[in-house]
């Protein structure tokens, strides 16, 4: 079982896993967002691993070759969807909503609820002072947010799905060679699991700080967006034919 757990930390470091889950971190501004990346991406992977793997061990199945070659199939179009969809994002310029610098928490009227209206304020980070434009509280700006927000977290645990499914039938088969039990066997695929989620958030905890750092450019952001989706796509493209080729 401690093995279990060692191995699912690893299992976090593999190429395809880091880079998937790269092109979703470059959103994120604060490093508790990139972590939780990490959390709901392992979330993801250990459901449909725990799942799958726990029926294929009941049932006694293997996963033909075919099969497995499809899902793994499944992950290179991912990454390439995934890359395509954050280079438009890239080229379309969309930048995520810092919520702090977007939403006041103050009135410019007497006695009346602070209007939505655009407007910007002189503060200082540091030795310099400059102003952000933004607008006061309203439910519009607020549902934007949360969408947003939606939005990610539903990207983040759908790939690490997708990533679980395609392993089932390589972690399936070292447990049914190892573990006499179904019991144990489930038992080791949920530490297995945790392993990976304990791995994957450290891993973005660790990407996400510098770009934290890296945003406060312009430039960065865009920069970063473009860069990953094009790694993303590069690399789904190389997975791909490495699995037709039966190397990966």
Not at 168 to 197: E, K, N, P
């Amino acid at each position: 079982m401690a093995l279990g757990f060692v191995l699912g930390i690893q299992h976090a470091t593999d190429p395809d896993h880091l880079v998937a889950v790269a092109t979703i971190v470059t959103r994120e501004r604060r490093l508790a967002a990139g972590a939780l990346v990490g959390v709901l991406w392992g979330l993801g992977h250990m459901t449909t691993l725990c799942v799958a793997g726990v029926l294929l061990l009941a049932t006694h199945l293997v996963l033909s070759p075919q099969l497995a070659t499809g899902l793994e199939l499944l992950v290179a179009v991912m990454l390439v969807v995934l890359g395509a969809v954050r280079v438009g994002e890239a080229v379309r310029g969309m930048r995520k909503v810092e919520a702090n610098h977007l939403v006041s928490d103050h009135g410019h009227e007497h006695g009346r609820p602070a209007r939505e209206a655009v407007h910007s304020h002189a503060h200082h980070h540091g030795p310099q002072q400059h102003a952000h434009a933004h607008v006061h509280p309203s439910r519009r700006l607020l549902a934007v947010l949360a969408s947003d927000g939606r939005r990610i977290a539903l990207r983040a645990t759908l790939v690490g799905a997708i990533h679980g499914l395609a392993g089932t039938a390589a972690v399936s088969l070292l447990v049914m060679a190892t573990l006499r039990t179904a019991a144990g066997a489930a038992l080791y695929l949920v530490v297995f699991g945790l392993g990976t989620i304990a791995g994957m958030t450290i891993l973005t905890a660790v990407m996400a700080y510098p770009m934290t750092l890296a945003l406060r450019f312009r430039r960065a952001h865009g920069a970063l967006a473009l860069g990953s989706g094009v790694a993303s796509i590069a690399f789904g493209v190389f997975y791909a034919v490495l699995v037709l080729a039966g190397r990966a």
